[in-house]
């Protein structure tokens, strides 16, 4: 999934991938301009929750989650409820709206000022 999303992204967007939920805390901590996060629940699904539920509950990170799942069920509409999951998308998923809605959220960053 990294090696897509980095095609995807690559010619609008500095993208970093990472391997786990460990290297994404770690990264998030020394890089403070992160635009938005997307977060694959098909690896590592209760570490991923983990992770979103610190950063949306946390007063230090004011940024976008996308999700990118490939069931929709019970369990994903309730977290992504409870979490304020910005974007959710199923896979197979078409890369176009994928970078069209990180674009909005990001409009929407730079309009709220942040």
């Known amino acids: 999934m990294n090696y897509l999303l980095q095609t995807i992204f690559e010619r609008q967007f500095n993208f970093v ?10 990264f998030l901590r020394k890089n403070k301009k ?14 991923s ?3 979103v539920e610190h950063i949306k509950s946390s007063k230090l ?11 929709n069920n019970e ?6 409820y409870e979490y304020e ?3 959710i998308f199923f896979k197979p998923f078409n890369p176009v709206d994928l970078i069209a809605a990180i674009n ?7 309009a709220a000022g942040y």
Do not use: C
């Not at 991938?17 to 770690?26: A, E, L, S, T």
């Not at 909005?104 to 730079?110: D, H, K, N, Q």
């Open 17 to 26: 991938p990472v391997n786990d939920v460990f290297q994404g805390m770690h």
């Open 75 to 80: 369990t994903l509409k309730q977290k992504s």
């Open 49 to 51: 929750w983990r992770l």
């Open 61 to 71: 990170y004011n940024i976008p989650v996308v999700v990118l799942a490939t069931n």
């Open 34 to 47: 992160v635009h938005a996060l997307i977060v694959d629940l098909d690896t590592n699904a209760e570490e």
């Open 85 to 87: 999951i910005d974007e």
């Open 104 to 110: 909005s959220l990001m409009a929407t960053e730079v």
